[in-house]
């Protein structure tokens, strides 16, 4: 090894701390599914926005993208929805989540430093590098599991705390 | 330069996307900010929740904690607080907003990749590498945002498209 590689910084973060990061995220938005009632989780909702089982089965769905990340395979609208047609319980959207918990694991060791950087086509909705259309998927489930905490404390129910991943 | 060197595979982001990352992430909060009326954005919440300009508040200064990933200095909450106390308009809220966009990207020079896998101690709350208190900073920017959309959808406000950035 050159002295050059011996001494060269270690980069910002590697794919392994993204896997984790992701699934942090992932671990958390589990426990705010688990959260809701039953009855809520597939009724309740603020404003005309979707029920908090529809967000949820919105960010599993796009991280089925995994396999879009990992080797440009991305699946037709179609087929995303024909997937989480049966999902109408609670215990089938954990069973669906964990599903994709374990698919995203098996898929991760295709994402290189290398791949991170190449361009895709996520679903013919953004185009731009790897590393940024993971950002999108993780930054969308931030975002409507902050909406799931509205919704439980509109209905009297104290979320999981935020920093506990 | 080595081959090895000039070989190496660029890594996943560097300092410079970091950065546009979350000013990003920022740009879309402020126009969230200015979605609301003033009144509603400094009284209207849900489920006994804080309003948004507390949210905004909180998020705006915890991105001042630039200093702290850049120089490892660390205000204290008086000196947060201090620092917010006459933001009371939406007028300010925004000048304060801007005012912290302008601190990001006059320190960000020093966040170079090996000042981001170094350790530090956010106000006594999480001790991590610079990296990870960063992440926490913009998540928990797009999580309080998310609430904001249900906020704003309470209102029968139309939100801004989260993925314009």
């Known amino acids: 090894m050159s002295t050059a590689t011996m001494n060269a910084t270690r980069p910002i973060i590697t794919p392994e701390e993204l896997l984790k990061y992701w699934q942090g995220h992932r671990g958390l938005t ?23 089982s529809a967000l949820a089965l919105e960010v599993g769905g796009i991280a089925t993208g ?16 024909a997937s989480q047609k049966d999902v109408n319980t609670k215990e089938k959207l954990l069973a669906y989540w964990d599903s994709v918990t374990e698919k995203i694991n098996k898929e991760w060791p295709a994402l290189t430093e290398a791949r991170f950087n190449e361009v895709e086509n996520s679903w013919g909705f953004y185009e731009g590098p790897v590393r940024s259309i993971l950002f999108y998927f993780i930054d969308n489930e931030i975002h409507h599991r902050g909406q799931g905490y ?14 506990e991943h």
């Open 150 to 163: 509205v919704y439980l404390r509109a209905l009297g129910i104290e979320p999981p705390h935020f920093w």
């Open 30 to 52: 589990r426990r705010v599914i688990e959260a809701f009632p039953e009855k809520d989780l597939f009724e309740f909702s603020i404003g005309g926005m979707r029920p908090f």
């Open 66 to 81: 995994v396999d879009g990340l990992a080797y440009g395979r991305w699946s037709t609208w179609e087929e995303l929805e």
